[in-house]
């Protein structure tokens, strides 16, 4: 995987927008960034993920950077059920057959 | 929800003993995954599947071996478990494709004494 750069920990107003950002510097032409979470003691879940341009789901928003350097992870409205770890990923390769990577994350808190 | 259960959810057992984890699922994905999670580590690789007696090692695979005589069930075996052993152990799908969408199970809280 792209070796990916994030923050330990951010904390963000529950109903406010948390922006989690991302560095992946060294990421190829044809790598994808994936977004997932994992909430207290349950498996990771997928949110989201996009090549270079910005992508948008019923959980998140994505923005890359043109230069594909680093994105942001955006939830529009956090809620108490958001605190969780926050992992970005830029996997090997387009294949899909390269095993993901897991890094240390960004533990964010939403504080009511 | 990717209907991927995994067995026992809590196991406490003894340094020394074999124990088998076992994932299941009920979509029939080719591609499945063990994952354990320590304090201050992460998600780490053990093994995965690429399909029926298709495996390869991932991250930390030494003490595990793993087994997947049909397409729905993928076992973790360690086969003298150690206290170094004692995890949080998920096992993970993926759909087909070429995505990195992976799915994960509930998690096997394991002990070893």
């Known amino acids: 995987d792209a070796k990916t750069t994030q923050p330990p920990s951010m904390d963000c107003a529950e109903g406010r927008a948390a922006n989690l950002p991302c560095n992946h510097s060294t990421i190829s032409g044809n790598e994808y960034v994936y977004w997932y979470r994992q909430i207290h003691s349950q498996g990771p879940q997928y949110i989201i993920h996009g090549l270079k341009n910005n992508e948008t789901n019923e959980m998140a928003s994505l923005i890359i950077t043109e230069d594909r350097k680093s994105s942001t992870l955006i939830l529009p409205h956090a809620t108490l059920r958001d605190t969780a770890v926050y992992y970005c990923?830029?996997?090997?390769?387009?294949?899909?057959?390269?095993?993901?990577?897991f890094g240390k994350g960004t533990r964010l808190s939403v504080i009511a | 929800d990717a209907g991927i259960t995994q067995s026992p959810r809590h196991k406490v057992t003894e340094t020394g003993t074999p124990v088998t984890l076992r994932c299941h699922q009920t979509e029939n994905h080719r591609y499945m995954y063990w994952y354990r999670q320590d304090p201050g580590h992460g998600l780490r690789l053990i093994h995965y599947s690429y399909g029926v007696k298709d495996t390869d090692k991932g991250e930390v695979s030494d003490g595990y071996s793993v087994s997947r005589s049909k397409t729905e069930d993928f076992l973790l075996t360690l086969e003298s478990a150690t206290s170094s052993q004692t995890s949080v152990y998920f096992c993970a799908i993926k759909r087909a494709g070429n995505s990195y969408e992976q799915y994960f199970g509930p998690g096997t809280r394991l002990t070893v004494t």
């Open positions: 990923i830029a996997p090997l390769g387009s294949s899909g057959n390269t095993p993901l990577v």
